[in-house]
């Protein structure tokens, strides 16, 4: 908003935000936040001392010794980036200070402290959005577009497979910032902390999931709990199949889509494609920008809106995703 003072007219950000954890993914939402001219980020707080001194140095922001201190101050709305352990606890005292929530994924590690999270929100009238990506990229975006234009008849399939080398300097990165990922109890598994994003766009795309099939064990990364996953599920319109692997040994490689009765819609992470049926001519399709998640939040917040992955959303997630880690256990196919 615009603010006159002493003959000139400032720019002041509508919105002032903290952050809880401040840890990897904190970065990613720092540099984001700070490029909203609307936002001003009023605060930090972590429970490493000496990582929040450092945080507040390199960001120029506030740095509060506690939570509650945080949430005490005039901020508008509080970035959860806490391993999902602490989630609960953070997101009821956020609640009940009146701060609206955005919640890294998974919303928690059990429905018990799932359905804890969505009645704070509810009950505080505060506005609750779960950090799912997938839902905001434009590649993914375009694809929910077109299907529900139709472009590739009646859904049949929603796949993704993700193969991460384990090898690489950014790979070193993610497991010094996150040891919690060592845990089962800590970070819920790999389906949990990285595969849930898929789970969300996937149920986002085809409905929620009646059944799962999964697999799940550790091979070659001993860094984290489990490093080979697939799923496959029974979604309301069509199959869902998940390929996760972090290996020494493989290459690189990403692609998802959808298929159906018309077509199939493919993508590597950049491009899209259509692949009509019947034709062995793919067509390269292009892919427009979109909201992120960043803006979409703020967007929530001045209109009343619910976000596209609200806490009823992220609930559906998390409950198919413990489906998956029942399956892997008892080698059966477990109903959602």
Request: hydrophobic share 40%; glycine share 10%.
């Amino acid at each position: 908003m615009l603010m006159r003072t002493a003959g000139r007219w400032w720019l002041v950000p509508e919105h002032r935000v903290g952050i809880v954890g401040v840890g990897g993914i904190a970065g990613t939402h720092h540099q984001e936040l700070s490029r909203l001219r609307s936002v001003a980020i009023a605060g930090i707080a972590d429970v490493n001392h000496a990582r929040l001194k450092q945080r507040s140095r390199e960001w120029g922001v506030p740095a509060f010794e506690s939570v509650a201190a945080l949430l005490a101050s005039d901020i508008e709305s509080v970035f959860i980036c806490t391993p999902p352990l602490a989630h609960r606890e953070v997101a009821e005292q956020a609640a009940a200070a009146g701060k609206h929530i955005y919640l890294e994924k998974p919303i928690a590690l059990s429905l018990a402290d799932a359905d804890a999270i969505n009645a704070a929100a509810e009950s505080a009238g505060v506005t609750l959005m779960v950090g799912f990506n997938y839902r905001y990229e434009p590649v993914r975006r375009a694809i929910f577009e077109r299907v529900r234009a139709g472009d590739v008849g009646d859904l049949v399939l929603v796949w993704e497979e993700h193969w991460m080398y384990r090898s690489t300097p950014d790979w070193k990165q993610f497991l010094e910032t996150g040891p919690w990922r060592k845990s089962y109890e800590e970070s819920g598994g790999r389906m949990s902390e990285f595969g849930s994003h898929i789970v969300n766009w996937q149920q986002a795309m085809a409905g929620p999931a009646k059944a799962v099939t999964g697999f799940a064990a550790n091979m070659t990364a001993p860094e984290v709990v489990d490093d080979f996953n697939l799923a496959q599920f029974a979604l309301a319109q069509g199959a869902g199949s998940i390929s996760l692997a972090i290996s020494a040994t493989t290459p690189p490689r990403w692609s998802f889509g959808v298929a159906g009765t018309g077509g199939t819609l493919f993508s590597d992470g950049q491009n899209l494609s259509l692949h009509p049926r019947d034709s062995g001519t793919a067509r390269p399709l292009p892919v427009s920008p979109c909201e992120t998640r960043w803006e979409h939040f703020f967007r929530c917040l001045e209109t009343g809106e619910r976000p596209l992955s609200d806490g009823p959303d992220a609930r559906a997630t998390l409950a198919t995703v413990l489906a998956f880690y029942e399956s892997a256990r008892t080698g059966k196919t477990v109903g959602v």
